[in-house]
């Protein structure tokens, strides 16, 4: 099952949005943690987002078409991005304003790699979302490169640390490398834009 998407547009600052305003839902998570790769896999193309091996590629708030309905928004990752100073700055700023000025911005798609504990700038983010009242899924990639017993203990630790998506079930296991959780997820993202 795969997912229209459409590169539409990539905003460096909030007039280079689309004109046209659908429903969003954003795409975010630390650099390397495998945005672009997640786009790829639920469209069913190799190329439909740009996979690169340095962190901090993404420096612009990219928005992809789906199913002609709505937004699905990738924006720059936060964490180790190998950037100077002044450009990380920019980037907060620019995705702070996107959050506040979008007004379109249904739910987050929120990536956490699933081999490692949430790092403090995780938490923040989920912090951040619910200061704005935006609610959250956490997409825990890279499931292909654990064993059955690491999965485990990676949920306990999801359950521990984020009290809301443990609470709604709002979680769930991705790889782009051997399709786990895709067709759960495209599923999820449908349901999500029509909320």
């Known amino acids: 099952m795969n997912l229209k998407l459409e590169f539409i547009a990539s905003a460096y600052n909030m007039s280079q949005i689309p004109k046209i305003r659908l429903p969003e839902i954003v795409i975010c998570g630390r650099s390397n943690v495998g945005k672009s790769s997640l786009l790829n896999t639920i469209s069913g193309r190799k190329n439909v987002a740009k996979v690169s091996s340095t962190p901090g590629k993404t420096e612009s708030v990219n928005y992809f078409l789906c199913e002609n309905k709505f937004y699905l928004v990738d924006l720059p ?40 504990p949430a790092q ?10 619910s200061h704005l009242g935006l609610s959250s899924f956490l997409v825990l990639t890279k499931s292909d490169k654990l064993k059955q017993s690491e999965k485990a203990a990676s949920l306990k630790l999801i359950k521990a640390t984020y009290a809301a ?28 834009a029509e909320k």
Do not use: C, M, P
Not at 171 to 177: D, E, K, P
């Open 77 to 116: 990752g936060y964490g180790f991005a190998n950037r100077d100073k002044k450009t990380l700055e920019s980037w907060g700023k620019l995705i702070q304003t996107y959050f506040k000025e979008s007004g379109y911005i249904k739910t987050a798609l929120h990536l956490l790699d699933g081999r490692h």
């Open 120 to 129: 403090q700038s995780d938490i923040d983010l989920e912090v951040f979302f």
């Open 165 to 192: 998506a443990a609470e709604n079930e709002a979680f769930q296991f991705f790889s782009s490398q051997d399709g786990e959780g895709k067709d759960q997820l495209v599923k999820r993202i449908l349901r999500l």
